[in-house]
């Protein structure tokens, strides 16, 4: 099976890792919206950015699965964290980061 150009062990982990990052989302707890909305960046983050970061690494297909899965746990903070990014702290991180 190949589902959106990836293959069944991919999208096992994606959805192993997204279940489980719904299920440990302080914020999913809330309401079904919320651990949809959790579990949908979690999904979406591995899909769009796999095989651009391993591109970037330079890591290749033998570490595709891993990427996919760390993407998928840490896609939905950084998600959160970008929408929730206002000038005044994009500011104070630009200054933090120059340090």
């Known amino acids: 099976m190949n ?3 990836q293959d069944e ?5 994606v959805i192993r890792a997204a279940i489980f990052k719904v299920w440990t989302s302080k914020t999913s707890h809330r309401s079904i919206w ?11 983050c591995p899909y769009v950015f796999t095989d ?15 990427v996919a899965a760390m993407l998928t746990l840490t896609g939905e ?5 970008v929408v929730n990014l206002t000038p ?12």
Not at 88 to 99: I, T, V
């Open 3 to 5: 589902l959106g150009g």
């Open 9 to 13: 062990k991919f999208w096992l982990a």
């Open 34 to 44: 919320a651990a949809a909305a959790t579990g949908a960046f979690a999904i979406f």
């Open 52 to 66: 651009s970061a391993l591109t970037v690494l330079g890591w290749g297909e033998n570490y595709k699965i891993l």
């Open 77 to 81: 903070g950084i998600m959160r964290w």
């Open 88 to 99: 005044e702290k994009a500011l104070e991180f630009w200054k933090e980061f120059k340090k």
